[in-house]
């Protein structure tokens, strides 16, 4: 059974780059497609974008020109960096796991979360 | 993108019967997932492919899906059922994959 543990920097000043890693403990890295979600008060759930164990990447195109996740299959890691950060960043970050299936999919599970709070 | 809507709020007495709506065009085309994220706690699962529930989700949690609109209901509520619930759609198509939330209310 996955299970996803999260860290990275909770604090950061506007303008510098936000990063997040995620370990996957259990089940096979190379069958799911692993993704970062955020939740902010007036936004809900926003999907960042993921990655597949080869590095295949996909992004929401409203972050893609400052996201970049990457993966280290080595470790059964993978890893959020998001630049130029902005009070509007603010937000819980998720790792999570999509499942893919025919043409569709869920995320399940998450990881604990980590409070990214951007201010000077 | 492909806009997914829920109420903001429903509020509902202990032991009744909550439904918490997600619209969207030709939904019932699509399948729908519902997760509950209680506060302070990581979104949980707890209906996918429509109507089938996880492992270790109670059998008062059931989802259906039809033309415009999916329905997550929840039978004889409890106070722990308190929370916020989003629905998810995934066609590879779309860049806002949840809808915007409900809050659930246990008067």
């Known amino acids: 059974q996955v299970q996803l543990q999260q860290w990275g920097a909770g604090l950061l000043k506007p303008s510098e780059t936000l990063s997040l890693t995620c370990a996957v403990y259990?089940?096979?890295?190379?069958?799911?497609?692993w993704s970062w979600i955020r939740r902010t008060p007036g936004r809900g759930l926003e999907w960042i974008g993921e990655?597949?164990?080869?590095?295949?990447?996909n992004y929401n195109p409203s972050l893609k020109s400052r996201a970049t996740i990457s993966v280290d299959t080595s470790k059964n890691q993978f890893s959020l960096k998001l630049s130029s950060v902005t009070a509007a960043d603010t937000a819980v970050y998720y790792c999570?796991?999509?499942?893919?299936?025919?043409?569709?999919?869920?995320?399940?599970?998450w990881g604990q979360g980590t409070l990214v709070t951007v201010s000077s | 993108s492909y806009v997914l809507t829920q109420p903001p709020s429903v509020s509902v007495a202990p032991g009744k019967t909550a439904r918490i709506t997600c619209e969207g065009n030709n939904i019932g085309s699509k399948s729908v997932h519902w997760y509950q994220q209680k506060s302070g706690q990581a979104p949980v699962l707890v209906i996918y492919?429509?109507?089938d529930r996880p492992s270790g989700i109670p059998e008062r949690f059931s989802g259906s899906n039809s033309g415009n609109s999916a329905t997550l209901t929840i039978s004889r509520v409890e106070a722990g059922d308190e929370a916020d619930y989003f629905c998810q759609v995934w066609d590879g198509s779309s860049d806002l994959p949840f809808g915007g939330g409900t809050k659930l209310t246990v008067l």
């Open positions: 259990g089940g096979s890295f190379s069958a799911f497609y």
């Open positions: 990655i597949n164990h080869s590095g295949s990447v």
């Open positions: 999570a796991t999509r499942i893919a299936v025919s043409g569709t999919g869920w995320f399940d599970p």
């Open positions: 492919y429509d109507s």
